[in-house]
């Protein structure tokens, strides 16, 4: 058997433990990269829904504690995509903390779209045919009882739904319309037509034979199976051992919808607490500090992560041949949808060269050569943007002039970072020979000896890194500071080989990593940052 989707690789490739970290990051969405600080980002409504009812299906009992003006955007959220479903959504955040997920005023705006037919109308769905009036029933009635006011529903209202439903029975098409049309009448206290209950479980057969998306309707057509079977007390007639290797194979790539489906079917099943230990280790590892989940499946790629990724590719030695990068990079650009501003296509341009090897293009050259994308004069303020930019162009393979490069007071932790960030981009560009006198090793070195005046990893990174580039010997006073301002920020959940942000926040990050990476790098591997090995076969 195999999984309702398959993860994506190159056949054969035998990359180090250290460079394995970053398939971590490879979106689903589209095949590039993507920055790992929003591995700290929850799950939106629909998938966080799913993974909570996943949870609390195996007996974890979820707890959430999720700030008031998270639960604000996440209601927002729903409720845009949908006053029904998005409301069905939040249910389980509310049930597990979030009490601001939900409130006494939703009960009164779910049952201002019912009809005088009985059915429910969910704007999302429009009122056009069976499935959608039943969906949006089924999903009203599911938040009226988690609110307990399905009880307050008056007789007459509750007839004419449940009038409607059995009318309905008789038009029933497909599996789907027949677990929401189960499921509403349960809800509703109502028998389950005998008809619907006659419905056969989907065949697994030929399942390692379906295409993935045909998999994925044969798991959805079971589920609703086991809802008909379950709102009728019957037990349902799946196929155990089937979907058991299915949870085997998927439970690590499954998405969060088909997790819960699929645990729903094999507890109907009667299969064994075992069978769900893949599920639970995952979800588990998934769980952010506020008990909610992160959803990597839904994370965006773009070609400034995948950039960093292939710098430190480089720093570490490793290969930076990527045929799936070089895909999701042809399939952005022949999509027309690619963004045409200046930045964004000489990142493209750049991550091309890298990857693929050879010249930079026409186009980059004429966009390292456009002041509005690299500054041609260089301040206090702008420092950051061109030393990035900069950067990117020696990745196109673009040498770049040296700019006018402005003075300013390094007095004050911004300020320095800034002065500091000219040196790392002239070095970095092949010009460390014009480095401005103001800047100087004895004046950073002041700075590089106190990491806690520094707000992020990368500033200060990028601080002691110009003092060396200076000329700044490594010494024990320095060593010490290096000791508490970076060495406590590397790592974080599966990503062991990258830094943090610093400066509170825990998330690791491309850019930081970048910039401590080459610092190690410029110290010869002295603070044992860089991965293993990477000393002798960096470039």
Known sequence: MVSCTSAGGEPGRREPAGARQFQLLVSEQNGYYYHPFLRQEPAGP????????????????????????????????????????????????????????????????????RTAGGWYVDPALGNDGDAARLGATWAALEVLDALGRLPELPAADRAATVSWLRATTGRVRGLDQAGALARSLELLGEPVPAPLTRIAAPRTDDFADLTPDARAVRLDDTYSYVLVQEAAGKRPAVDRRNWEAVLRDGAATLSYEQLHHLVRVLKAA??????????????DGERLDDGTVRDPDA????????????????????????????????????????????????????LRAVTEGGDGSAAARSLCADPRVLPATVTETNAGQWQRTALTCADAGITTGVPAVGEWRADTPDRVVAAATVVVGLADSGRRDAVPSWID???????????????????????????????????????EALGRGITPYRGCPGLPGLHQVGGGDQACDLKTTWSVWTLDRQLDGAMGWLPAGATENGK
């Open 46 to 113: 629909q998938a966080q829904s799913y993974a909570l009812r996943t949870l609390s299906a195996l007996g974890r009992d979820p707890r959430t504690g999720m700030a008031a003006e998270r639960v604000a955007s996440f209601r927002r959220e729903a409720l845009e995509a949908s006053p029904l479903w998005g409301r069905e959504w939040l249910v389980p955040l509310w049930r597990t903390g979030a009490r601001e997920a939900l409130g006494a005023a939703d009960a009164a705006e779910v049952n201002r779209l």
């Open 441 to 479: 090793a004895g004046a950073l070195k002041r700075w590089a000896l106190h990491p806690d005046r520094f707000t992020s990893v990368y500033g200060y990174a990028l601080v002691v890194r110009a003092y060396a580039l200076l000329g700044g010997p490594l010494d024990a006073t320095l060593r």
């Open 299 to 350: 994370y965006l790629g773009n070609p400034d992560a995948s950039l960093f990724v292939q710098r430190l590719r480089a720093l570490a030695g490793w290969s930076r041949k990527d045929p799936a990068l070089l895909t999701a990079l042809d399939r952005e650009e022949a999509s027309g949808e690619a963004s045409q501003e200046g930045p964004e296509r000489l990142n493209r341009a750049a």
């Open 270 to 283: 009667g299969s064994p607490d075992s069978a769900f230990t893949p599920v639970l280790r995952r979800l």
